[in-house]
């Protein structure tokens, strides 16, 4: 019974392993873009369009403006 609860705690260990793995290797070609101006900027524009969308759908959605 004590192999029960060695995989037992090995599952939760995996995952918060890979999440960060996977996290990781998104991000990584990401952050590479903030080494040139150009392309930081772009970057930065995006991600401020990204965001600026979803504050004015979430606040439509919820009724605030």
Avoid: H
């Avoid at 609860?5 to 939760?12: A, H, S």
């Amino acid at each position: 019974m004590p192999t029960f609860w060695e995989n037992l705690i090995r599952y939760p260990r995996f995952f918060i392993s890979s999440t960060l793995g996977l996290v990781f290797i998104i991000t990584g070609p990401l952050f590479n873009l903030l080494n040139k101006p150009k392309s930081a900027l772009l970057f930065a524009i995006i991600v401020f369009g990204i965001l600026s969308g979803l504050l004015i759908t979430l606040l439509l959605m919820l009724d605030i403006i």
